[in-house]
């Protein structure tokens, strides 16, 4: 989940003037998919040079370790086109700070990059009968790619033999030691390149939009004005020379022969790191210590016999601390009474304007929103197999998107070939917002303020209306679960439920906006500790949720959500993954619900689950005994979810579960 991009140039006076700045321009545009760190990757002669740092991308330019490799490679004096990757990481396995953890890695001779995840990492080592030498799933593939190339000799049947055998989504682009060559390869049309100057200049990226905007770059633009861009499909190979720079692509499926006799290297080049190799200590893992387990057990013991004392629907399950809840004379809640049951709109709109849209060949026709939860993975097979379109993935990565999340968006977009771009927010600069606002929250706890600890991922609106109109899509599809609904949230800050908007679970009207603003206002002034780092952030972050208008279709005014088939389908047809600490497949790519889950249970008796089961049942889909049933076992603490959370936003778990156990129990709110 990175981005990935390159360059081949010939030793052209022309050429060789704009290297840096092609190069420069690169790294620039390709953080938006990672800020972590950063590397590249040359020929200079008979060396390969990399440098690499846990530094961002620009960053990272400002450096001596990739001025110097730059420099190297416009001062050797060959004929042959020299030839460089880089990579700017989103973290998903392997510490950063650990050098060889970073991209490129070397593995056997090969220098290579990868943009996905593979997710069957230990079976393959398995297979091989090795072990690995970092914590990156990306050398499974380059150790792969060598044992095939070794076997076959031939380049189009070890790629081929590499992407039958991994699991998850791969591009990659790769040099070699020992030949002349550089081979790019994807399993979902993440790679696209050009060719600016026909025989001197070839460049590849991760996404047809870094292209774009390299080709109006100030110092470009009158070179490339009218440069071609294409995809490398999903399924494709391209294989790139150093003689003169001839391409030759190929298919994964198809019989062609590319031997690699042609393109031997004269003296196998020897591998040179650039810069220090400095790495941190590796991180110890991280666990609860014994007081907070002890913390977190005592409290659910307590909290689950509280949420059992209190009155709840007897109709639904929400309880009496619900804010704005109150029954009739038969036990029946407002909420029961109020609800209206969902009216899908008709499936033959959605199919004549799926027909609308599609494409004939293989340009992508609509963006689908992608969070590696059950209900968009699901979204993405349906627009994909049953509409047949043909999406492009995204997904907004705001810090607190777990691993997991990422591997199922991983698992579909590798097995469908779907191209998936990834904006990666600043993830430490995030994170470090949500640890301020936590550690206000713990200073003066209000239940009101807790959806401040999500406010960074709700740019997630925006940079989809970006991408939609950058890449011109004629549509955004999402997966909007209308059972999701957590009036809750709002409620504890004094806001009432808003049901009339039938497409929406967010949707609150302008009085209830400046209700919700005031409400923030006033706990900022009683509280300074928000008033920090994040608070720009938060401000955009109302403004993104409540401020700007959404132009989609939701899959689920159209189709039923019916929760056993569509986790049928996810776990058979895509192995979607679990949680380690829940039976639920419900939030678990979701870092920060465990967490308020949590506060919730422990304070007033009920979580979201409880609010999403009661929907289920007024929809007439699942009786209340079952909800009861299900509610105790989803609402026991998420230990490893919570462990994860405060580890990753770096809060003292013995501080802050002592403080949120001592809090008092809530009766009544309505």
Not at 149 to 160: C, H, L, M
Not at 193 to 214: H, I, N
Not at 298 to 319: I, T
Not at 461 to 485: C, D, T, W
Request: glycine fraction near 6%; charge should be negative.
């Amino acid at each position: 989940m990175c981005g990935i991009f390159g360059v081949v140039a010939a030793k052209t006076t022309k050429v060789q003037s704009i290297l840096q700045a092609i190069t420069d321009a690169l790294f620039t545009l390709s953080q938006s998919r990672g800020k972590e760190a950063a590397g590249i990757a040359a020929i200079v002669g008979d060396l390969l040079a990399i440098a690499k740092e846990a530094r961002r991308p620009t960053e990272f330019l400002q450096g001596s370790s990739y001025r110097q490799i730059i420099e190297d490679v416009k001062n050797i004096d060959t004929p042959l086109h020299d030839m460089l990757i880089g990579h700017s990481r989103l973290v998903t396995n392997g510490n950063q700070e650990e050098y060889h953890n970073n991209q490129p890695v070397v593995v056997d001779g090969i220098v290579g990059v990868h943009n996905g995840i593979i997710v069957n990492v230990e079976e393959l080592w398995n297979e091989i009968h090795s072990q690995p030498t970092t914590s990156v799933d990306s050398e499974i593939i380059f150790s792969l790619l060598r044992s095939e190339w070794e076997t076959k000799q031939d380049i189009q049947q070890a790629t081929t033999s590499v992407f039958d055998k991994v699991c998850g989504a791969a591009s990659i682009a790769a040099l070699w030691t020992d030949l002349d060559i550089l081979l790019l390869a994807t399993n979902t049309g993440s790679l696209y390149y050009s060719e600016p100057l026909e025989g001197e200049l070839f460049v590849f990226a991760s996404e047809e939009l870094v292209l774009e905007a390299l080709y109006k770059q100030a110092k470009l633009q009158s070179l490339f004005s009218s440069s071609l861009i294409s995809q490398l499909r999903p399924g494709t190979g391209l294989v790139v020379s150093r003689k003169g720079g001839e391409r030759s692509l190929f298919l994964f499926e198809s019989k062609q022969r590319i031997p690699g006799d042609e393109f031997i290297a004269n003296i196998p080049r020897q591998i040179v790191y650039i810069g220090q190799e400095v790495s941190s200590p590796s991180a110890r893992p991280f666990s609860l210590s014994p007081l907070s387990t002890k913390l977190i057990e005592r409290s659910y013991s307590q909290d689950f016999a509280y949420a059992g004392s209190l009155q709840r629907c007897c109709k639904c399950v929400l309880p009496e601390t619900m804010p704005f809840l109150s029954f009739d004379e038969n036990g029946v809640c407002n909420y029961c009474q109020q609800y209206k049951q969902t009216e899908l709109y008709s499936l033959d709109t959605l199919r004549s304007e799926a027909e609308k849209i599609r494409s004939n060949g293989s340009r992508a026709d609509c963006l689908v929103g992608l969070s590696g939860g059950r209900d968009s993975i699901y979204c993405l097979h349906y627009v994909k197999n049953v509409l047949n379109l043909n999406p492009i993935a995204y997904t907004y990565d705001w810090g607190l998107v777990t691993d997991l999340a990422r591997r199922n968006c991983s698992r579909i977009c590798g097995k469908l070939g779907i191209e998936h771009i990834i904006v990666s927010a600043d993830i430490a600069k995030k994170r470090r917002f949500v640890r301020s606002n936590v550690a206000a929250w713990l200073k003066k706890p209000e239940l009101g303020m807790i959806p401040l600890f999500m406010a960074g991922d709700k740019a997630y609106f925006f940079h989809a209306q970006r991408l939609k109109s950058a890449l011109k899509l004629p549509l955004v599809i999402f997966g909007e679960n209308l059972l999701e609904r957590t009036d809750f949230k709002s409620g504890f800050a004094g806001v009432p439920p808003f049901n009339e908007d039938a497409d929406h679970v967010y949707t609150l009207p302008q009085w209830s906006k400046f209700r919700l603003g005031a409400y923030y206002l006033s706990q900022y002034l009683r509280n300074p500790a928000y008033i920090n780092a994040s608070l720009i952030d938060s401000l955009q972050a109302y403004f993104f949720y409540y401020g700007i208008e959404r132009d989609y279709i939701n899959l689920y005014r159209f189709i039923p959500w019916e929760e056993d088939s569509l986790v049928r389908t996810i776990r058979d047809e895509y192995d979607f993954e679990l949680s380690d600490d829940t039976d639920s497949t419900w939030r678990i790519g979701d870092g920060t619900s465990a967490f308020y889950n949590f506060i919730y249970y422990h304070i007033v008796g009920f979580t979201e689950n409880d609010t999403f089961r009661s929907n289920q049942i007024r929809e007439g889909v699942l009786t209340r005994e079952k909800a009861l049933e299900l509610i105790e076992i989803e609402n026991e603490p998420r230990v490893e979810g919570i462990r994860w959370y405060l580890e990753t936003i770096g809060i003292d778990a013995d501080e802050a579960l002592s403080t949120i156990t001592a809090l008092p129990k809530m009766r009544h709110t309505s």
